[in-house]
């Protein structure tokens, strides 16, 4: 699809919005970069809080404001999306490039029906009829699985369910055929027999139309179904970033460990005790010094408070990157006696044996 | 036909043996549809809650699932006699409550207190902290002396794990996890027997979720607490509950132990809520989803006879004529179905891990309710 096959679809390079108000500058998004192909999808994980949000809307121009301070690049076939001007935007919004947000109830307008906002999608970027717009609007509905799409498309958003709003966010997100969607928390407000319908709706029309997919929750379980790649983000920074396998089957930062231990899961024995993360996500604003995540680290020494890691990928897999001051063999360790269930307290690493070496250090304040 | 009877029957565990604490019987709650300004005349009703019996037995957690507009949530404030029933029954500790006011209601409140779901909705933003939690000694007319209240609501709040000195704070200073902490410190501030979890932990995040699910634990096994936990997250019921009641539309359709119910669901909502659930582990795919269509119809007209014959799997026509009584299945627990999975079903469309470790004999470990 796009012009030269070995550039991704999409990718977003050291990208950094900040917020100026009141309370000082919120550092929303602090240099991520990750990059999605065609057919293909990511997954980003984090908390709230994390920036995962703000670094899909600022893809989507959203969250351009005069308070605003966005640099980096998103680059979109062939063009980097924060250089573009709002009228330039407007045109591949909706078009090229769809997003579905978190709420259906409140992201559909309760004055309109749901057919006219549907054509409403299809008319701002194509030349057609409005009898032409209508028909596609049937098309569509038909195409997310609403049954007597013809009837629907006069209907008004409140005499839907939240499955069928959902529906019908998708099926305004896929007007355009776009070439990416960006789902915002897709199937966060849904029961989870409708959220397993929604995502297989979303999987079928990826292999129907080919599109690549951001795909952004919190929920483990449906990162491990959808995505091809997972970034874990914390505090507006990946911490983590592989493969679906790698993610889940030797994990290396200690946050992505904190999120598998703390949910209880179907596929793991009854009763074991969940292990949570201490304390709590950190203010953007004030953020803590070296690794965000130490004042929450198990395994936290003296050197992490200070330095800052950067994301490297791993010595035997370098496609795998995490940012994390301790060194594989020991996390390598510590996971293992995490699956064991040992509790972290007793895994604290030897101070001796996890010295940061002197290189890493160094490259830990050129990342910085 | 009442729901202990079977339970005895079938899967016979320390938890059955032991005596109920609240007994629950044909308990119905339908809330009217008007129409009309002036005059309102009654046009229908949505049936919430339509006909549900069960035990909750002393000191276990009986967890209550389902999708939204079950009723799962309705049958938790009826019990707590936060509505009420339109008819049944309620006993508790042998007494009917069901019809109680005023004063004896009051007194059923000391012994039953509910968490409520959302953390942010449930406190009032203009009140302190101190004065939230003191709520209750002010309703009971306990602690009366102002130190002495004050040193008992720091206890309360340096137990559940938040920070006394922020007796004098407001709601709004806090996190979501510690504004659920506040909740749960007003909930157990009277020492009750009986505590209520309306989707404690859905509005957490899920580094947060863990912190309250525990909490929620260690107090129970301290105060010998009765946890009643209501929750749409499988999984997190899972791991909370000793037993589990599944309802749709307004009615239990499985009631089991937990174990017994997610190795060996027997009712196909309850396979297919189990077969929709995202397992985080990308190597274990290998099970055929099983997808309901469509969604839950209205709870004001349910479909007739057995209520899921719309969208199960199995329905054949004695589904739609003739309604399916709550009893014992072989291999599981009770369910009302007049075809019931089998093993060889279930093994299809479950996560691999779920029945394993019940085919292969090993102990799965529940944990023990004589705790």
């Known amino acids: ?368 | 036909m009442s729901v202990t009877d079977g339970s005895q029957s079938g899967e016979t565990t320390a938890a059955s043996s032991r005596e109920p604490l609240i007994e629950v019987r044909d308990l119905i709650k339908h809330f009217p549809i008007t129409q009309g300004i002036i005059v309102q005349r009654q046009i229908g009703a949505v049936k919430a809650v339509d006909g549900v019996s069960f035990d909750v037995l002393r000191g276990e957690t009986l967890g209550i699932v389902g999708e939204t507009g079950c009723g799962k949530s309705t049958t938790a404030r009826l019990i707590v006699r936060l509505l009420d029933p339109t008819s049944g029954e309620i006993r508790y500790e042998g007494e009917d409550i069901a019809s109680r006011k005023g004063d004896q209601l009051k007194r059923l409140h000391r012994d039953m207190q509910m968490v409520f779901q959302d953390p942010y909705s449930s406190l009032n933003p203009r009140r302190r902290v101190g004065s939230i939690i003191a709520e209750p000694y002010i309703i009971h007319g306990m602690y009366t002396g102002e130190g002495e209240r004050k040193r008992r609501v720091q206890e309360l709040m340096d137990r559940v794990g938040l920070n006394p000195e922020h007796y004098n704070r407001y709601p709004h200073e806090f996190s979501g996890g510690q504004r659920q902490r506040i909740g749960v410190a007003r909930a157990i501030a009277l020492e009750p027997k009986v505590l209520v979890a309306d989707e404690p932990v859905s509005a957490l995040d899920v580094s947060i979720q863990a912190q309250v699910l525990n909490l929620l634990r260690e107090l129970q096994r301290e105060m010998g607490l009765t946890l009643i936990f209501i929750a749409h997250d499988l999984s997190v019921v899972r791991h909370m509950c000793d037993r589990v009641a599944v309802m749709y539309l307004g009615k239990i359709v499985e009631m089991a132990e937990s174990d017994v119910l997610y190795s060996a669901p027997r009712h196909p909502y309850t396979g297919a809520l189990l077969s929709a659930v995202p397992v985080p582990d990308p190597s274990g795919g290998e099970r055929k989803r099983q997808l309901l269509t469509g969604d839950v119809p209205s709870p004001a007209n349910p479909p007739r006879a057995c209520r899921f014959h719309t969208r199960c799997p199995k329905a054949q026509t004695i589904c739609s004529e003739e309604e399916p009584l709550l009893e014992a299945k072989p291999g599981g627990a009770i369910a009302a179905c007049h075809f019931p999975l089998t093993d060889e079903e279930v093994a299809t469309r479950l996560p691999a891990a779920l029945t394993q470790g019940r085919r292969n004999g090993q102990p799965v470990n529940a944990p023990g309710p004589a705790a």
């Open chain 1, 1 to 368: 699809m796009s012009e030269a096959a070995s550039q991704p679809l999409f990718s977003v390079e050291d990208l950094r919005v900040e917020f100026h108000t009141d309370d000082g500058v919120v550092h929303a998004v602090d240099g991520i970069s990750y990059s999605v192909d065609a057919g293909k999808t990511i997954g980003i994980v984090g908390e709230s809080g994390s920036g995962k949000s703000v670094s899909s809307l600022t893809a989507l121009g959203l969250t351009r404001s005069p308070r605003a301070k966005i640099q980096g690049r998103i680059m979109f076939d062939g063009r980097d999306l924060v250089s573009l001007s709002d009228d330039e935007m407007r045109r591949i919004r909706g078009k090229d490039l769809a997003m579905i947000f978190q709420d259906p109830l409140s992201s559909l307008h309760p004055f309109y029906k749901v057919g006219a906002q549907l054509m409403e999608a299809v008319l701002t970027h194509r030349n057609v009829s409005k009898s032409a717009a209508r028909n596609r609007a049937i098309e569509l509905l038909e195409l997310v699985g609403i049954p007597d799409p013809k009837r629907r498309v006069d209907a008004y958003p409140h005499e839907f369910s939240g499955g069928m709003r959902q529906r019908a966010m998708i099926a305004m997100a896929l007007a355009n055929e776009p070439k990416m969607l960006i789902a915002d928390e897709p199937t966060t407000a849904l029961d989870v027999t409708v959220q397993a319908q929604i995502l297989q709706l979303l999987e079928d029309l990826q292999d129907r139309l080919g599109m690549a997919i951001v795909i952004i929750t919190h929920d483990l379980g449906v990162v491990a179904e959808m995505a091809d790649d997972i970034a874990v983000m914390y505090a507006g920074r990946i911490v983590e970033r592989a493969s679906t396998e790698d993610i889940f089957g030797s994990p290396q930062h200690p946050y992505t460990w904190g999120l598998l231990q703390s949910i209880p899961r179907l596929d793991t024995l009854r009763g074991e005790e969940l292990t949570p993360i201490s304390g709590r996500p950190p203010s953007l604003i004030n953020r803590p010094s070296g690794c965000y995540f130490h004042p929450r680290c198990p395994y936290v020494q003296e050197p992490h408070k200070r330095i800052d890691p950067p994301l490297e990928g791993l010595p035997d897999t370098p496609a795998h990157r995490v940012a994390c001051l301790l060194q594989p063999e020991i996390r390598q360790q510590i996971w293992r006696g995490l699956q064991n269930g040992e509790p972290p307290a007793a895994l604290k690493p030897l101070a001796s044996a996890s010295t940061v070496s002197t290189s890493r250090a160094a490259a830990g304040k050129v990342g910085e």
